[in-house]
């Protein structure tokens, strides 16, 4: 059994034009979209800003309620789960935040935050346990339990992310959604908590759905990689297969944006015309076509739909092998 299986996930969200519009049109910024995460695992989730990354991690936590679709955690289906049921089982299922300072509260110290976590859930049952618990915790993440006493502004980006890492691990989680965590720190500090994040997980056989923009963080921490636009998933594959032969066009595109060392390389840059459309009004057919350098007249008409293209190596073209 996979420790999470999506099937079908939609968010759509009402649009209103106007006071007294009546126009009923949704945003479709996650349509149709299933995977699975195997316990241990990291799947990492990429996509350019727009293409409804962030929302689907949301909703996998219920922070956002799904359309329709499926979400079985240990096999049990949580988009239907409230109240104590949900808070029992969201311990298992958290969240980090792009943003370590927003999702920090400025009037908690790092013990407090950390030791709220522990409170929510009754995890300690002495005050000497609770701050022993915070204590190693702070440990974990690499901070002084010293500074269990400062405030969030008293930390660098890295170190607020570390507190929000370990307010994530306080509650004894088995997946964590890592949503873009290291993307608002140097690249220096965004190595570091990437190798934090992987020595947890070997520590403690965590599961990551790490989303970002960055292919190589992505490839770095993941076994499998998916790839989205505009609601929709377009490739899925290990992370090798997705990152050194990519089938999908838009991915194609994506790798060849990132940064190359080897001096060497013969690999070209593809610049995509104008940003990612409106989810509104998303284009017929392929997604993707007004885009795309290789699309061709039937790419306007015909939705592809996600085909297993070689073993294990999904993709959502016409014109993928
Ligand atoms: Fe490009 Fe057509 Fe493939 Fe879509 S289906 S990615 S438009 S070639």
Redesign the pocket.
């Known amino acids: 059994m996979s420790l999470l299986e999506v099937r079908n996930l939609r968010v759509h969200f009402p649009v209103r034009h106007g006071l007294f519009s009546r126009a009923r049109q949704f945003v479709k910024a996650v349509d149709d979209v299933s995977f699975h995460i195997e316990p241990g695992e990291t799947l990492g989730l990429v996509g350019e800003s727009g293409c409804g990354k962030t929302t689907l991690g949301r909703a996998l936590v219920r922070l956002l309620e799904p359309t329709a679709g499926s979400v079985l955690f240990e096999g049990e289906e949580i988009t239907r789960l409230t109240g104590a049921q949900l808070r029992a089982r969201r311990r298992k299922l958290q969240m980090i935040f792009q943003d370590p300072y927003g999702s920090l509260n400025p009037r908690m110290t790092a013990g407090e935050i950390v030791g709220e976590a522990i409170d929510i859930h009754n995890l300690a049952d002495s005050t000497e346990a609770r701050r022993k618990r915070i204590a190693e915790l702070l440990k974990a993440v690499g901070l002084d339990p010293i500074h269990a006493l400062r405030y969030p502004h008293e930390f660098s980006g890295g170190q607020r992310q570390r507190i929000g890492i370990a307010r994530a691990l306080a509650v004894e989680p088995k997946l964590i959604v890592c949503d873009e965590p290291v993307s608002a720190l140097d690249v220096s500090v965004q190595a570091q908590i990437v190798n934090l994040l992987h020595d947890l997980q070997q520590q403690r056989g965590l599961a990551y759905l790490f989303i970002a923009h960055n292919l190589a963080v992505v490839e770095h921490i993941s076994r499998r990689v998916l790839v989205m636009y505009l609601g929709k998933v377009v490739e899925l594959s290990d992370a090798k297969s997705v990152v050194r032969a990519p089938k ?3 991915t194609q595109a994506l790798i060849s944006a990132v940064p190359v060392v080897d001096p060497d390389s013969k690999r070209q840059r593809i610049v995509l015309p104008g940003d990612v459309p409106s989810p509104i009004n998303p284009p017929s057919g ?1 997604p ?2 007004p885009r ?1 350098p ?3 007249a039937r ?1 306007k008409k015909e939705i ?1 739909a996600l085909r297993e293209v070689a073993p294990g190596h999904w993709a959502a ?4 092998k």
Request: glycine letters at 0%.
């Open positions: 999908h066009p838009y392929c993707f076509h795309c290789v699309a061709e790419c592809p073209c016409h014109l993928a």
